[in-house]
């Protein structure tokens, strides 16, 4: 028998155009959420053109800014900029701005305090990209002094700069309100999403099966437990303990089901408990769905799992059953789901500021180093007298992000992104503007455009970036973006259009450069990171199988969750380093460790759901193992000698299948020692 017990291949390992494309394909709530972002565009257009605000292109780019998979973080971002841009614009915005009307030198150097500290406020503070944002404002109002004919009108920029923010947001806000999707829905289908991976599994245990599910596991609890915290209010203490014990117990029951080799079907007396297990996960999926989780539908689901099959791969279907009926009662409240489905502990509060703001130097110099390409781009259009080229100035805020691969990855996204865009608003002009004759005639283009933009930038942090420069090319080679003319009346000059696409080029390559040749910081110290923190949540772990179930063990569960979920996320982002031979050895190395310790996680989590050991035999042989995991070298010989040398076979399945599972984590430390050299 053929047994494939480790994670499926990476998406980096497959081709760029494949990888774009499974990028694309609907999701639950996708259609929804990019049709959402349409309409939003499409009155924001609207009212801008009744109001007649400046930079309208800019306004519907807001839209794209703000928006977030669940209402309640939306209206939360869309009220948070309300409130800073009202501070900052129409309070200190105003007082700068008759400071320096009259100084070019302090001018300039208002521009760089203001963009360093949005961007170091960005780094540091609970304010994240939302200072950026401010600071981009204030920065781009300060600029358009030196084409104005009337400096005094500097005044009067500001209060529609402020306008042009708050218009969008409160259409966000009323949107979310009325068709956003809530927390609470949220939660439940990436639950049943879960289950649903775990069914197809089940059913026909391959590859296309795993690669859903081990996508699944890569990506953590992380979003889950947001939208738990999300909706605790809404859901009251009890259901809201319920959902954060399922939250735990799916992720657990993936990461068994991964264990299941590809043939899983053809070993004697697996193929009928594995039916029941995928019928079972589907009806408990659809109770999620439909909301009846009151016991009605859970009656009718299928037999339970034998407590007897044949090791080693029966004990999996024996742990998946036993997880699933945990599950079950949890969330119908019949009973406690047990101590690894206990809900997450409440997290203190994170600080307004972080605590190594001013001890840690990476965050001063990413605010020097966007400052610098902000400067660059600055003087270039400006000692051209090339105003159409200032969205290189856009560009720069919206483009820098802390390391060398991931700046690299948004820029790269971003230039496709704006040449997608540019293209399209330069064919709308051409073909579709000399047919176009009020308003309502723009608001459905702009509503077609948005819609394409919007299905890209919901999806994940791999492509979205793409989406919303697309959008923000779209916007601006198509609507007026002079502050003389206020509106949101169509550009028909196609050099302008063709001008701000050079533009967005311009400010991706510059920052990529920037951030490529001053003070790189590569993405593969915070893959070593992570790699640290999830060997330490391994050895723990391992240290307290086969069948604890006290705190610390569940702690570390939860830990080695979410340190996996940071390296993979970090990883992805390693095929956008500079390439040399002593990279590619480090990056090989660095992937090779993680291979190692996620099928090192899938072997101890199926052990830890083994029968104790009767006598705590297993106790020395279990801290050896963890030992190995956590200091590698030497330490893996021995534990590796104490795995050989084991003996304790015992007639009961129990025993069979555990002898069977220190033989997987033997070949596991054997991959890590390999991986480590």
């Not at 503007?433 to 509503?447: E, R, S, V």
């Not at 054997?670 to 991986?675: D, I, P, R, S, V």
Request: glycine letters at 10%.
């Amino acid at each position: 028998m053929r047994r494939r017990l480790t994670m499926t291949s990476r998406l980096t390992d497959l081709p760029l155009w494949y990888r774009f494309y499974l990028e694309l394909l609907p999701f639950p709530g996708r259609a929804r959420a990019a049709l959402l972002v349409a309409a939003t565009c499409a009155v924001v257009i609207v009212l801008c053109d009744s109001i007649h605000s400046i930079l309208p292109a800019y306004s519907l780019y807001m839209v794209f800014f703000c928006w977030q998979e669940s209402s309640a973080k939306s209206v939360a971002m869309a009220g948070l900029l309300i409130v800073v841009s009202t501070i900052c614009l129409l309070g200190a915005g105003n007082l700068l701005s008759i400071l320096v009307a009259g100084s070019a030198g302090f001018r300039i150097g208002c521009i760089v305090g203001l963009t360093f500290c949005g961007f170091f406020l960005a780094r540091t503070t609970k304010l994240g990209p939302v200072a950026s944002v401010i600071a981009f404002f204030e920065v781009y109002t300060l600029s358009l002094i030196d084409i104005l004919p009337d400096p005094a009108l500097i005044t009067r920029i500001y209060f529609w700069v402020w306008v042009m923010i708050v218009v969008p947001m409160l259409v966000s806000i009323a949107g979310n309100l009325l068709a956003g999707e809530r927390p609470f829905d949220l939660l439940r289908d990436r639950l049943a999403q879960r289950l649903q991976a775990v069914a197809a599994m089940a059913a026909q245990p391959d590859v296309g099966g795993r690669a859903l599910l081990a996508q699944l596991v890569r990506e953590g609890d992380e979003a889950l437990l947001d939208f738990h915290k999300q909706a605790t209010r809404r859901m009251g203490a009890v259901r809201g303990e319920a959902y954060g014990q399922a939250i735990a117990l799916t992720g657990r029951l993936a990461t068994v089901m991964l264990a299941l080799p590809d043939d899983a079907r053809t070993a004697d007396g697996l193929a009928a408990p594995l039916d029941r297990l995928a019928a079972w996960c589907r009806s408990l999926a659809a109770s999620l769905g439909s909301g009846d989780l009151d016991g009605g539908r859970l009656d009718s689901m299928p037999g339970m799992v034998p407590a007897a099959l044949a090791p080693p791969f029966g004990s999996i279907v024996v742990e998946a059953g036993d997880i699933l009926r945990r599950i079950a009662m949890a969330l119908s409240g019949d009973r406690p789901a047990g101590a690894e489905g206990a809900p997450p502990p409440r997290a203190p509060a994170a600080p307004f500021l972080r605590a190594d703001a001013f001890s840690n130097p990476d965050h001063v110099r990413f605010g020097l180093k966007a400052t610098l390409a902000v400067l660059i781009c600055y003087g270039t259009f400006r000692i051209l007298d090339w105003n159409d080229i200032s969205t290189a100035l856009v560009t720069c805020f919206f483009v820098a992000l802390g390391t060398l691969e991931e700046t690299v990855h948004k820029a790269t996204l971003r230039i496709g992104g704006a040449v997608l865009g540019g293209g399209a608003g330069i064919l709308s002009i051409l073909f579709l503007m000399p047919a176009m004759t009020d308003i309502g005639h723009l608001a459905l283009l702009i509503f077609a455009g948005s819609l394409v933009a919007g299905w890209i930038s919901v999806g994940s942090e791999r492509i979205s970036y793409f989406g919303w420069q697309a959008a923000l090319a779209f916007f601006i080679v198509l609507l007026s973006t002079s502050v003389l003319h206020p509106g949101a009346g169509p550009t028909l000059d196609m050099q302008t259009a063709r001008d701000r696409v050079l533009g967005i080029v311009l400010g991706n390559v510059v920052m990529a450069v920037v951030f490529a040749t001053i003070w790189p910081v590569s993405i593969a110290a915070t893959v070593d990171d992570a790699l640290t923190r999830a060997r330490d949540a391994l050895a723990e772990l391992i240290a307290s199988a086969p069948g604890d179930e006290d705190a610390g063990a569940i702690g570390a569960s939860r830990r080695l969750r979410a340190a996996l979920a940071a390296a993979n996320r970090a990883a992805d982002y390693l095929s956008f380093r500079p390439r040399d031979v002593r990279t590619s050895r480090a990056d090989d190395r660095a992937l090779r460790v993680l291979e190692a310790i996620e099928s090192l996680w899938v072997s101890a989590t199926v052990l830890d759901g083994l029968p104790r050991d009767p006598d705590g035999a297993g106790r020395p042989l279990a801290a050896a193992m963890a030992d190995a995991v956590r200091r590698g070298g030497g330490a893996i010989v021995e534990a590796l000698d104490l795995l050989r040398a084991e003996q304790a076979i015992r007639g009961d399945a129990g025993g069979q299948a555990r002898l069977y599972w220190h033989g997987r984590m033997a070949r596991g430390l054997e991959a890590l020692g390999m991986a480590e050299r």
